[in-house]
């Protein structure tokens, strides 16, 4: 009788405050017994307020991760440099295709396709359709704009294979690779069975103006 008139005494002195109800279920109040307790239940209402309060202190807004043109994700620019690249050039895709399987290892690589109609000069510091397709061009993550072989250089660098273009870091390995390439992209088009750039333009702007009236390409 008389371990339990002290128990319920400290019982009736223990407040359920606002601070406990948050932090447990059951309010513990020990008896002079080493071991036993007596657990008085939270009301509906304590329960109610206990639940809520996880709730607001728990719950974080979840920030939607961005995806380029290509379906990758992208949160915040943590590529290192950014590929544009002409998805109607069949070569060209063979070797964007390499450097996407390697980038999967790294996520280095921001894949920006020049032919898709969704692309965006103002989202590419300002090259145009026209631009970007005389020449590979390369945009590094504080928007430096590398073009010809450099650009390929600091593509391969960031999926791990700097050592295939490092040569030509060097003169007069620099020269000799600029050229080549130069040579490769004045005829590209031609070499992979496509007409002249100049019809290339002419059609993608009629698609353009097409698009444009009937709103009916990007459904």
């Known amino acids: ?7 319920g005494s400290m019982a009736r002195r223990q407040q359920l405050t606002p601070a406990n ?9 020990p008896s002079n017994h080493p071991h036993r307790s007596i657990a008085y239940p939270l009301s ?11 709730q607001e202190t728990t719950s974080d807004p979840i920030t939607p991760m961005k995806r380029d043109n290509t379906g990758q994700l992208q ?3 943590n590529w290192k440099v950014k590929m544009l690249y002409d998805g109607d050039c069949p070569l060209c895709m063979r070797e964007v295709n390499m450097l996407k399987e390697r980038n999967k290892n790294y996520n280095a690589i921001s894949f920006v396709d020049i032919s898709s109609d969704d692309y ?11 631009t970007a397709m005389g020449k590979i061009h390369a945009i590094m993550n504080d928007g430096t704009i590398v073009t010809n072989v450099e ?24 020269t000799i690779a600029d050229a080549v390439y130069g040579v490769w992209a004045k005829y590209r088009l031609q070499v ?4 002249p750039l100049e019809e290339v333009l002419e059609a993608r702007k009629k698609k353009d103006e097409i698009c444009n009236d009937s709103k009916s390409c990007r459904m």
Not at 44 to 54: D, H, L, M, N, T
Not at 120 to 130: A, H, V
Request: charged residues 20%.
């Open 75 to 77: 949160s915040s620019p």
């Open 151 to 174: 650009a390929f250089r600091k593509l391969y660098e960031a999926v791990g294979l700097g050592w295939v273009y490092a040569i030509t870091k060097y003169e007069p390995a620099a």
């Open 192 to 195: 992979t069975g496509r007409p």
């Open 21 to 29: 109800l948050c932090l447990q279920p059951f309010l513990i109040s």
């Open 120 to 130: 965006s000069p103002e989202d590419n510091q300002g090259l145009d359709y026209e």
């Open 1 to 7: 009788m008389a371990l339990r008139a002290v128990a």
């Open 44 to 54: 509906p209402s304590g329960f109610r307020f206990a639940v809520r309060a996880i």
